[in-house]
């Protein structure tokens, strides 16, 4: 560890050259390894974060500033300027019928909560448009009928739709199973014998949601890749749908992960494995990111270093205290095997996100450039607060997010999304600091802050939606106060998560109708 001659600090990974730096002001050159002493109580400063670290062998990406190439023109100041409000339909708005087909359930009711919605003033309504139900049989036999019917019902009722295209499951966050909606059963098929197509923690539990992006390029799935998987469907759906999009269709989200999320299964809920605000595990041992990490070690000259992931990074309870790899040490997430790891994981992950999102432009780019078919492409990332007021933020590092007290993780991910065109989907806008124990220091304020400020550097559009489901006032206007910070744009749109029969009661009726004209009248 040094002190750059600026004031800067440098994290010095010596054999392999690599510097990054986080910006700060001392009146006095401290040791930062007093200040790293004990990461679990380390708080941090947020104001400028400037990191450049070479990236690993073949991550390229990792690097962008000098090559990257925005598709994003300048955006008009949204301060003061209306926030159209989006209401997620519930999660068990979709069934099955005993003849396999897919099915709307309770229509008369949702027919009812949707005219209600729209006089509320709700702008228009957020579904999930599922891989495993259009294409739930066989590959490359799409069925639109259940949205074709839905997308009518919402027309009718005078609002607009975003669109989340879900490569994911939703069989282990649905509450109670019932509604959860599988991946594909053709893809289940072949994972029944090929487990590796799904990520794996470090015991070789995999996770179904969602297939590894170890597998984004390898034709495992009767003769396609997953990224040809993905694309095919986008295709499909723009084809069916072409005349709504622009006029009805108003923003289309492309699922990147767990949950629709760019992230890896680090915090798996559901299953009984994590509870918060444990730190989760490195997702990367399927077959396919372990030969991926081997030639990424063999490429930097340490082919030791592609055996396996960090054996000293606890499990997915483990608080960061007495973890070493969250520590300081010579074999923490500071060490040179440590900053390689790191690399190389969030890595691939950007990688990800920037093939999908490629696929989607390029689909969209038509509609994009219409003015008169304007549409919006949108890229989700999770919102992981806890452990966020330590040095190594180990809960971020764990799901993909190589962002800690000397790096900004979070930049490289707006950067991508400016490329691409992409607003960046983000939660937690109704969370406060003091909203969690302070033992897990916790900060979705800092969050908010960081993700923000790479927004506005990147010339991106936010959008909004809310982690924990609220009703109250003091939540809702929570939200009001985020969508319209005195320090950053209005977010573009918001996202209401979710649609469910607590909304309609009179007591928290009476508060969302306000909320919402709040939201929807300029100010």
């Known amino acids: 560890m040094a002190m750059a001659d600026n004031g800067r600090v440098v994290c010095k990974c010596t054999a392999r050259r690599s510097f990054c730096f986080r910006e700060a002001t001392f009146d006095e050159k401290p040791n930062l390894r007093n200040h790293l002493r004990n990461v679990s109580t380390v708080p941090l400063f947020r104001n400028g974060l400037i ?19 925005s598709r994003s023109s300048i955006l008009p100041s949204s301060r003061h300027q209306r926030v159209p409000i989006y209401v997620m339909m519930p999660v068990d708005a ?13 229509i008369k009711a949702l027919t009812v909560a949707l005219k209600a919605l729209k006089l509320a003033g709700v702008h228009g309504i957020g579904v999930e448009v599922w891989w495993g139900i259009v294409e739930r049989s066989s590959p490359l036999a799409y069925d639109w009928s259940l949205y074709e019917e839905l997308f009518k019902l919402v027309s009718k009722s005078e609002l607009k739709l975003h669109v989340a295209l879900s490569f994911h499951s939703n069989m282990n966050s649905s509450s109670s199973k019932k509604g959860g909606v599988s991946l594909p059963l053709w893809i289940i098929e072949i994972g029944d014998h090929n487990k590796h197509i799904y990520y794996r923690d470090q015991n070789g539990l995999s996770n179904d949601d969602y297939l590894t992006l170890g597998v984004d390029h390898v034709p495992l799935f009767c003769g396609r890749t997953a990224v040809q998987c993905y694309e095919d469907f986008m295709l499909s759906f723009v084809k069916k749908f072409e005349s709504c999009i622009g006029s009805v269709i108003e923003e289309i989200s492309v699922g990147l992960g767990p949950s629709g999320e760019l992230r890896y299964p680090a915090h798996p809920f559901g299953d009984g494995r994590w509870n918060f605000p444990g730190i989760g595990e490195f997702q990367c041992y399927d077959k396919y990111m372990m030969d991926d990490l081997k030639m990424a070690a063999c490429k930097e000259g340490k082919p030791q270093w592609g055996d396996r992931g960090p054996q000293n990074a606890g499990d997915y309870n483990s608080l960061p205290s007495g973890v070493p790899f969250f520590e300081e040490g010579e074999e923490s997430f500071l060490s040179d095997y440590g900053c390689f790891f790191l690399e190389w994981y969030s890595g691939r992950l950007l990688h990800h996100a920037d093939d999908i999102l ?14 008169k078919t304007s549409i ?23 799901a993909g997010y190589y962002n800690t007290a000397l790096r900004d993780g979070y930049e490289p991910v707006a950067s991508i999304l400016s490329r691409h065109g992409a607003a960046l989907h983000f939660s937690c806008l109704e969370m406060m600091d003091t909203d969690n124990p302070a033992s897990y220091l916790c900060s979705p304020e800092g969050l908010r802050q960081q993700i923000w400020t790479a927004s506005k550097k990147r010339i991106i559009h936010l959008i909004g939606r809310n982690t924990n489901e609220r009703f109250d006032r003091v939540g809702l206007w929570q939200i009001h106060a985020n969508c319209h910070h005195s320090q950053a744009e209005a977010v573009r749109s918001f996202t209401y998560f979710r649609m469910n029969d607590k909304i309609f009661r009179a007591e928290n009726w009476n508060n969302f109708v306000p909320f919402v004209r709040k939201m929807s009248t300029n100010w």
């Open 51 to 69: 990191t450049r670290c070479p990236s690993v062998a073949g991550n390229s990406i990792l690097s962008m500033d000098a090559r990257e190439n």
């Open 94 to 106: 979709f069934c099955i019928d005993g003849s396999g087909r897919p099915k709307i359930r309770k």
């Open 358 to 371: 490629a696929k989607a432009a390029k689909i969209l780019r038509k509609y994009q450039e219409n003015k």
């Open 376 to 398: 919006l492409l949108v890229a989700k990332i999770g919102g992981i607060f806890w452990w966020y007021q330590t040095a190594a933020h180990p809960a971020e590092l764990t």
